[in-house]
C-alpha cells in the first residue's frame, strides 16, 4: 500500500479544513493511493453537494441559478488553485445558500425582497434609489 499523492499519506489536507475538515478527496482520509476503488471521499463530497444543491431548491432557487451561480464562481478560481473540481463546487454552492439564507432572513425582518435571484437582478435598481433617497436637494 502506498502513500497517497494528493496528502502524502496524511489523510487530510489543513488548507482545506473549511470543506469536510480537510479530509482528502482523494483517499478518503485513509492516506493509502486510491487502487481504482471507488473513493469514499469524492463520493462524500458528491453527497454533501446534493444535500446542499437540494437545500438551495427548498429555498426557491432554481437550477438555472444554481448553475449560473457556480458558472461564475468557478470562473475566479486562481489557475494556480489546485484543489479539486468538486470541492470548488462544493465551496460555491455552500456560499449560495448561505448568503440565501441571509438574504431571505433580511427580507422577511425587513421587507427588502424574497431572495438572491431577485436580488442580483434590482442591485443596480437598489443602488440608485439609495442614492436617490440620500441626495435629494
Do not use: T
Not at 102 to 125: C, F, K, T, W
Request: net charge negative; charged share 30%; with cysteine.
Amino acid at each position: 500500500m502506498s502513500a497517497c499523492q494528493r496528502c502524502g499519506g496524511k489523510g487530510e489536507l489543513p488548507q482545506f479544513r473549511h470543506v469536510q475538515n480537510g479530509v482528502c478527496f482523494r483517499c478518503g482520509g485513509n492516506g493509502a493511493e486510491p487502487n481504482g476503488e471507488p473513493q469514499d471521499g469524492l463520493q462524500k463530497a458528491r453527497d454533501e453537494y446534493r444535500k446542499w444543491l437540494d437545500k438551495a431548491l427548498a429555498l426557491g432557487l432554481s437550477k438555472e441559478d444554481v448553475r449560473a451561480y457556480l458558472k461564475e464562481s468557478l470562473r475566479n478560481v486562481p489557475e494556480e488553485d489546485d484543489a479539486p473540481f468538486h470541492v470548488h463546487c462544493l465551496e460555491a454552492i455552500m456560499a449560495l445558500v448561505i448568503q440565501e439564507e441571509v438574504i431571505q432572513e433580511d427580507a422577511a425582518q425587513e421587507d427588502y425582497g424574497p431572495s438572491l435571484h431577485d436580488a442580483m437582478s434590482r442591485d443596480n435598481e437598489l443602488a440608485f434609489a439609495m442614492h436617490d433617497d440620500h441626495c435629494e436637494p
